[in-house]
């Protein structure tokens, strides 16, 4: 992988006061380069979108806050800087896609005056120049008749087509890393597939690097390149994508795959994890996975699993994990 443009190095969120607060996430570490897609998967809780929210510095404060790690954007510490030099970097250098375009989107603005303001937010442009720069990104995204759809309020487009315009407000002003929480949501598959070949052409287009954060392990395989699973807020997987779907290391892990309809299983019934993910406060010293582990050992229950090296692109935190293997 080339050098790179998104890092984050152990990354811990709290909620709560000092003292008592709980910690919703745990220590997580990954990186993209240029051009590169990390998925990033796990079921509702276990700390995706949260952790977009912190690159991103969105965490509500309080009662959240960083207590650990750094966000370096091609080598500057974002945790570091003024809070009053984020909004010149959103948008600009790192954008993102939040999950329901209906309510991220204003009801009261026209489609076309919400992306302008984005680009006269962190580019020096006339009102002529922003109107055709919006243009040019709602032929981008696919949207056709682009100069009366500029008028056109949310509530008078499809969700596809709202989805398309988030995307075209986050890419406005050509960021460096795009974060897409959850951007096929509620699609149907025909413009699923259509927002996914979108993100494909952008990546190829502008060397964009894209954090995808999704539920559906088939839009993963189909776009990402490396995959990092998520569990109770901790990272206990991440491999290249073809590693991932053909030899996962841990339970979790192939939980989730098993859980995935196919032909092979086709007129029984889905694969389901047993168990529920438990909440922050019910966490013990141990792996958060242990309940619902069929691999669980006695270590397991009170020793918290490093991540052992399975080959030099794949690792994962589980103590199942042959000695032979690691």
Do not use: W
Not at 108 to 137: C, F, W
Not at 149 to 158: A, D, L, M, N, Q
Not at 215 to 232: F, S
């Amino acid at each position: 992988m080339t050098e790179p443009v998104l890092k984050v190095d152990n990354l811990s969120i709290e909620f709560g006061p000092e003292g008592g607060a709980l910690r919703v996430i745990n220590d997580v570490s990954f990186s993209v380069g240029a051009g590169e897609c990390l998925g990033i998967v796990g079921e509702s809780g276990s700390g995706k979108s949260m952790t977009s929210l912190a690159i991103m510095r969105l965490i509500p404060s309080p009662p959240g806050r960083i207590a650990t790690g750094r966000v370096e954007l091609e080598g500057r510490n974002l945790l570091d800087l003024p809070m009053s030099q984020m909004p010149a970097i959103r948008g600009n250098d790192i954008a993102m896609i939040f999950q329901e375009p209906m309510s991220s989107l204003n009801p009261v603005m026209t489609i076309g005056d919400q992306i302008s303001e984005a680009i006269m937010l962190h580019e020096p442009m006339n009102a002529q120049q922003r109107y055709k720069r919006t243009l040019e990104m709602l032929t981008l995204v696919g949207i056709p008749d682009p100069e009366k759809r500029f008028k056109s309020y949310p509530h008078e487009f499809s969700g596809g087509m709202r989805q398309r315009v988030m995307i075209a407000m986050a890419l406005s002003c050509n960021p460096k890393v795009l974060i897409a929480d959850e951007p096929t949501t509620a699609l149907d598959v025909t413009i699923q597939a259509q927002v996914l070949e979108l993100m494909r052409d952008l990546r190829t287009k502008f060397q964009t690097s894209i954090v995808l954060i999704s539920h559906d392990l088939g839009v993963i395989a189909d776009i990402a390149d490396r995959v990092l699973v998520m569990y109770c807020g901790r990272v206990v997987e991440i491999a290249n994508v073809d590693e991932i779907f053909a030899d996962p290391a841990h339970p979790y892990t192939e939980g989730l795959l098993r859980s995935i309809p196919s032909e092979t299983n086709e007129g029984q019934r889905l694969y389901q994890i047993p168990g529920t993910v438990p909440a922050v406060a019910d966490r013990g010293t141990g792996c958060t996975f242990y309940d619902r582990c069929p691999k669980r050992m006695d270590i397991c229950k009170n020793e918290l699993p490093p991540h052992f090296k399975v080959s030099e692109t794949h690792s994962a935190a589980c103590f199942a994990i042959p000695e032979a293997s690691r």
